[in-house]
């Protein structure tokens, strides 16, 4: 008799157990924004969430859903590994209707597996208080001569080929054309080969704003959220807008998660206008849900990469370019940083 009370104590507690949601993110401000506008709200509803943070490995979800044993459900990935993953089959199909109205949400962020749940930019930072002569273009970037010191550019091709077309006079409606070509690729490296004495790579994003506080550099590349984040704590850095490239992080569940009706409750609530304006307070990444932006006031809105004065001379990420093109570019810029 106690046996068959065990059992049926324990047949009902696993919905229980099972609507612990797992959220899967990349860490630092960004998931310290997303805890304050969609974790903590998500839980006050009676929802119990478990935050981890990951690097972007998508062969962890794939050996989950190879092998039937998914303990992520709400997994946060980076624009190329939507596509790639739904192709694969590593997601699972998003039910819009579940989810939200396709046109309240900035095309970009409407794909078949993932939702984008904002919008970033990789911008030009620098340190108002050190820097006297405020660059203009990419151009001035290059430009060692006119602002003397050490430039900081991430290490990897994604990014750096386009800056250095631009810096080299090509229009940013131009630039995924002109790199399709072998001309466009050897342009990009001849131009950063000119920069190249100049250069401090950095690797993680926490890192340009530290270079630009300690003077390590005068100007570096930047995720314009890590900027948002070190002004918040009393630093005085600058972000040079035009010929920013902006991309989208997008929510994905993996395949075969036990909770997905509860994965795409979560979703839908983290996209409404009021989550995603909460989370624009928060950090300097753009919304997704166009509703949002009526909620914020006009200097929130002034950080973001979506404000119309610093998306005007933008340049969309191209997923598909990077995708046909992107292992290429990276084995070639690997092979000339080691030279």
């Known amino acids: ?74 997994v946060e990935v980076e624009s190329p590994d939507v596509a790639r993953g739904c192709d694969e089959g590593l997601f699972e199909r998003l039910d819009w209707a579940k989810v939200g109205a396709k046109a309240d949400f900035v095309p970009a962020a409407v794909t078949e597996c993932g939702i984008g749940i904002f919008v970033w930019s990789t911008v030009m930072a620098y340190d108002g208080d050190k820097l006297k002569t405020a660059p203009k273009s990419w151009a001035d970037f290059w430009d060692v001569k006119k602002i003397p010191g050490k430039r900081g550019l991430r290490k990897g091709a994604r990014y750096n ?19 399709a070509t072998k001309e466009g690729a050897d342009r990009a490296f001849k131009k950063l080969t000119e920069l190249k004495p100049s250069i401090q790579w950095w690797e993680a994003g926490a890192q340009p704003p530290q270079f630009l506080v300690a003077g390590d550099v005068v100007m570096t590349t930047a995720y314009n959220g890590r900027i948002d ?40 609530y983290a996209s409404t206008p009021e989550a995603q304006a909460e989370y624009a307070r928060n950090i300097a990444y753009g919304p997704t849900n166009t509703k949002a932006l009526a909620k914020l006031d006009p200097k929130v809105l002034a950080n973001l990469p979506t404000a119309p004065a610093n998306a005007k001379d933008a340049l969309q990420f191209s997923v598909k370019f990077w995708a046909d093109q992107g292992e290429q570019l990276e084995k070639r810029f690997a092979a000339w940083a080691a030279q």
């Open 229 to 268: 984040a070190a002004n918040r704590e009393g630093k005085k850095l600058q972000i040079m807008w035009a010929g920013g490239i902006y991309d989208l992080d997008y929510w994905v569940i993996p395949k075969g998660t036990p909770n997905k009706a509860k994965a795409l409750e979560f979703i839908a």
């Open 161 to 179: 080929v386009e800056f250095a077309l631009m810096a080299d006079g090509v229009k940013a409606a131009d630039v995924y054309k002109l790199l």
């Open 1 to 74: 008799m106690k046996k068959i009370v065990l059992v049926a104590a324990l047949v009902a507690a696993l919905p229980a157990l099972a609507q612990q949601l797992t959220i899967v993110n990349f860490g630092g401000a960004n998931a310290n924004a997303q805890k304050k506008a969609f974790y903590e709200a998500f839980e006050k509803k009676g929802n119990k969430l478990v935050a981890v943070e990951y690097n972007g490995e998508q062969a962890k979800i794939k050996a989950m859903v190879e092998t039937k044993n998914v303990t992520w459900d709400v």
